[in-house]
C-alpha cells in the first residue's frame, strides 16, 4: 500500500506538473481539491482519470462516479488497490 | 443600423442545402447518427456527418479527386456557392470581402498525412493548408471569389456568429460593399477526442436542457450569409431578413466551463437586444447554444432567464438536429432563424423529456408560429460569448459614426522573442498557477501584463488576439500522442489549451475583462486585421482602451518541415502586446 501510495503521490505530480510541492509535503490524507488541500480542480480530475487507466487499466466513464475516490491520493490508492486491472 | 441578408447557403447532418435542411426540421428528423466517414475507433459516439464524402464534394465542385482538399474547405466552398447564387449578387467593381470563422482548418488532412509528411517530401505542402487562414483563402478561390478580401475569425464555438458581427461592423463603417459571413467545420480525429478527453460526449442522441443531459454530440457543416447594406440592393435583391443587432462578450471565468450565473452570455444577449433598439418581450423565439453539456445549458438557463425575467419566449437548441457543428454552430443556427422568419416556424428542441430546475423549458414540437424578431446565441470556450438578434424588418436607422477628430495612439507595449525570457512569468503568477501553460500561453500573458502595466491598466475595454497557426506546441503534442498511441488516455489538458482563442479568453480570465473578446487567423494578415479591429472599436466609441496581441510559436517538428520546404523558418517564439487607446486631451 505505501509503495502505491509513494507511486500514485510521483504520478499525479508528473501528470499536473505540481512543481513546487515536494514529494515530502505531499500527504496522503490531504484533500486533493479545495482552499484548504492541494487545491486541484476539475480539469486534474480528468488527468487524474487519465493516469489511472494508463497506469492500473481502470476506466472511470463518469467523472462524477469519481467523487468519493478523488478525496485524497489515500482513497485513490484503496481504490486502484481494489480495482486494478494492471 | 440593421444590413440585409440577401442569400444564404448551409451544409449540415441535416441536409445539403436549404430546402433539405427546412425539411428536416420541419419533418423533426435528426440528422446524428453512427459513423459513416470519419475514421475513428470511437464508434460508440453517435456524430452529426454531413452525408457526403470528399470525392463526392470534390465533384460538386469540379475538383479532382486525386487532390487534397480539407473536409471543411469542401463543406465551405460548397455553402459558399450556395450563398453568392441565391443573393443573386452584381460583383463587379464591389468590394468583397469573406469572413470566415473556423478553428479546425486543414486539421483534418494534417492528423491525416502528419506520420507520412515526417518521411515524404512531397506531401509537406500539407502543412500549407494546415492554418484556418489558408482554408478560407482556398475557399474564397473555389467559390470564384478570388479577389475577394480574406479573414478569418476563431474563437471557437462562436467563431461564425463572431464572423457576422465582423461582417457587419465592417458594412456599417463602409469597409466593403458585399460581405459573404459564416463558418464551416469539419469533424476530426483531433477534436472528437479532444472533447471525449473532457468527457463531455453523450454515447447516446444528446438531450439539451433535459435532467439527464449528458453532454454533446459533434457534428460538422458550413453555413453562409450574404450581407448587404439595404440601401445598396439592386433591384433583383430580396432582403430575406435583417442582421438587427448583436452582442460579443467574454464570461472570463473559466477555460472548458461556463459561470453559474452566465454572465457573459447574459452581457452579450443584453449587447444585442440593446443594439436591435428591442425589448425581451419582442423576440418571439431563441435558438439557444444548448449543447447538452450540463454546465452549458444551466448556465445558458441562467442567463436566459436574467434577460427575459418571467416571460421567456419559446426557445430551443437545434443541436439534436445537426449535433454541435462547433466553429460553424453560429452560421448554422443563424441560417436556422432565418428559415424560422422566412416561413413562420419555431424548430422543436429534439431529445427533451424531463424538466431541470436549473434549466429553462424548450420547446419540444415543432410548431407554426408568427415570428418577427429571433435571438440567436454562440458560445465558445474560454467563454467567447456571442449573440445575433435576426429579424423580418430593418430597425429604425441607428448608424454608428466613427466620432470626428479622435486619434488613435499606443498606450503602451511589451514583447517576448526568446524563451529565456518566459522566467519573467514569476513576477506576475505563481508556479502553480504556470502549471498547465504551454510557452506561448506564457509569453503571451508576460506581454499582455507588461503592456498593460506600461498603460497603467488593469482591466482593458476589450481584448484582441492576432495568431497564424495558434497553439501549435500542445496541438502537436496531442496529435502525436493520438497518431502514435491511439484514440485513448489523451489529456484534456493539451487540448483545453489547442484552440487559437485560448490565448484571448484566458488573458480576460486573467484582467477580469468581460468586454469584447476576439482572435483572429489569418496567416501573417493577423495583425493588420486585429489593429484594424481595435481602431474600430475605439474610433466608433465601442472602446476606450484595448489589449492587442500577436502570438506564434514554432515547434522543432515544424521548423524541419519548413527546413525541408525550404521556406522561411518561423521563429520559435514570438509574442507582442499592445495597448492601444484614444490619444489623451492636450
Known amino acids: ?86 | 443600423m440593421s444590413l440585409a441578408v440577401t442569400g444564404f447557403g448551409i451544409i449540415c447532418a441535416i441536409g445539403n442545402d436549404a430546402q433539405s435542411v427546412l425539411r428536416s426540421l420541419q419533418e423533426g428528423r435528426t440528422g446524428i447518427g453512427a459513423m459513416r466517414y470519419l475514421q475513428s475507433s470511437h464508434k460508440e459516439l453517435p456524430v452529426g456527418e454531413v452525408k457526403l464524402s470528399n470525392d463526392e464534394m470534390k465533384r460538386m465542385l469540379g475538383q479532382d479527386e486525386k487532390s487534397i482538399i480539407s473536409r471543411t474547405v469542401l463543406m465551405g466552398a460548397i455553402a459558399i456557392r450556395q450563398a453568392l447564387e441565391h443573393a443573386n449578387l452584381d460583383l463587379k467593381g464591389k468590394r468583397i470581402a469573406l469572413i470566415n470563422g473556423t478553428t479546425v482548418g486543414g486539421m483534418d488532412i494534417t492528423e491525416h498525412y502528419f506520420m507520412q509528411m515526417k518521411e515524404d517530401d512531397a506531401l509537406l505542402p500539407v502543412l500549407e493548408k494546415h492554418d484556418c487562414g489558408s482554408s478560407t483563402r482556398e475557399m474564397a478561390d473555389l467559390a470564384g471569389l478570388k479577389d475577394a478580401e480574406v479573414c478569418t475569425i476563431s474563437t471557437a464555438c462562436s467563431s461564425a456568429v463572431n464572423a457576422i458581427i465582423l461582417g457587419s461592423e465592417m458594412l456599417k463603417n463602409n469597409e466593403a460593399d458585399i460581405i459573404i459571413a459564416g463558418g464551416t467545420e469539419a469533424l476530426s480525429l483531433f477534436h472528437l477526442n479532444g472533447f471525449n478527453s473532457l468527457m463531455i460526449l453523450d454515447k447516446e442522441q444528446c438531450r439539451p436542457f433535459d435532467k439527464n443531459r449528458a453532454g454533446l454530440n459533434l457534428g460538422e457543416g458550413a453555413a453562409f450569409v450574404v450581407l448587404q447594406k439595404p440601401e445598396n440592393l439592386t433591384n433583383e435583391q430580396n432582403p430575406l431578413a435583417y442582421i438587427r443587432g448583436y452582442g460579443n462578450r467574454c464570461d472570463a471565468f473559466h477555460q472548458t466551463a461556463s459561470s453559474e450565473d452566465g454572465e457573459g452570455a447574459f452581457l452579450a444577449m443584453s449587447e444585442a437586444l440593446k443594439m436591435s433598439g428591442l425589448e425581451p418581450q419582442d423576440i418571439q423565439y431563441i435558438n439557444a447554444h444548448g449543447t447538452g453539456t450540463p454546465n452549458n445549458d444551466a448556465s445558458e438557463s441562467a442567463a436566459i432567464r436574467r434577460v427575459f425575467g418571467e416571460k421567456i419566449p419559446p426557445v430551443s437548441s437545434t443541436k439534436g438536429f445537426t449535433g454541435h457543428t462547433t466553429s460553424a454552430s453560429g452560421s448554422i443556427e443563424a441560417v436556422i432563424c432565418i428559415l424560422s422568419l422566412l416561413k413562420d416556424f419555431v424548430p422543436a428542441n429534439l431529445g427533451w423529456k424531463e424538466q431541470d430546475e436549473a434549466c429553462i423549458k424548450p420547446t419540444t414540437d415543432n410548431r407554426q408560429q408568427t415570428t418577427e424578431n429571433i435571438l440567436c446565441n454562440s458560445f465558445g470556450f474560454g467563454g467567447n460569448d456571442s449573440a445575433v438578434v435576426i429579424s423580418k424588418n430593418a430597425s429604425p436607422s441607428n448608424s454608428s459614426q466613427k466620432e470626428q477628430n479622435l486619434e488613435v495612439c499606443t498606450l503602451g507595449e511589451a514583447i517576448v522573442e526568446d524563451v529565456e525570457q518566459l522566467q519573467e512569468l514569476r513576477e506576475f503568477i505563481s508556479p502553480g498557477e504556470a502549471r498547465r501553460m504551454g510557452k506561448l500561453m506564457k509569453a503571451a500573458t508576460i506581454t499582455s501584463l507588461k503592456a498593460l502595466q506600461a498603460a497603467g491598466i488593469e482591466t482593458p475595454d476589450a481584448i484582441i488576439t492576432a495568431t497564424a497557426f495558434g497553439m501549435l506546441e500542445t496541438s502537436e503534442k496531442f496529435m502525436v500522442d493520438m497518431l502514435e498511441n491511439g484514440e485513448e488516455t489523451l489529456s484534456p489538458t493539451l487540448f483545453m489549451q489547442s484552440t487559437h482563442n485560448t490565448l484571448s479568453s484566458a488573458i480576460a480570465i486573467r484582467t477580469k475583462c468581460h468586454g469584447y473578446n476576439m482572435t483572429y487567423s489569418q496567416g501573417s494578415d493577423s495583425l493588420e486585421w486585429a489593429l484594424r479591429d481595435a481602431r474600430r472599436l475605439i474610433e466608433t466609441g465601442k472602446a476606450k482602451t484595448v489589449l492587442v496581441g500577436f502570438h506564434d510559436e514554432a515547434t522543432p517538428t515544424f521548423q524541419e518541415f519548413f527546413r525541408r520546404m525550404e521556406k522561411p523558418i518561423p521563429s520559435m517564439l514570438y509574442s507582442r502586446s499592445i495597448v492601444l487607446g484614444r490619444r489623451p486631451a492636450e
Open chain 1, 1 to 86: 500500500m505505501e509503495q502505491l501510495i509513494n507511486d500514485l503521490k510521483l504520478q499525479i505530480k508528473e501528470a499536473l506538473n505540481l512543481e513546487e510541492l515536494s514529494l515530502e509535503d505531499f500527504d496522503e490524507n490531504a484533500p486533493l481539491f479545495g482552499e484548504e488541500g492541494i487545491g486541484l480542480d476539475s480539469i486534474d480530475i480528468l488527468e487524474i482519470i487519465v493516469l489511472l487507466e494508463k497506469n492500473y487499466g481502470i476506466r472511470l466513464a463518469n467523472p462524477k462516479e469519481g467523487k468519493a475516490i478523488f478525496q485524497s491520493v489515500k482513497t485513490i490508492a484503496e481504490y486502484v488497490q481494489a480495482n486494478r486491472k494492471k
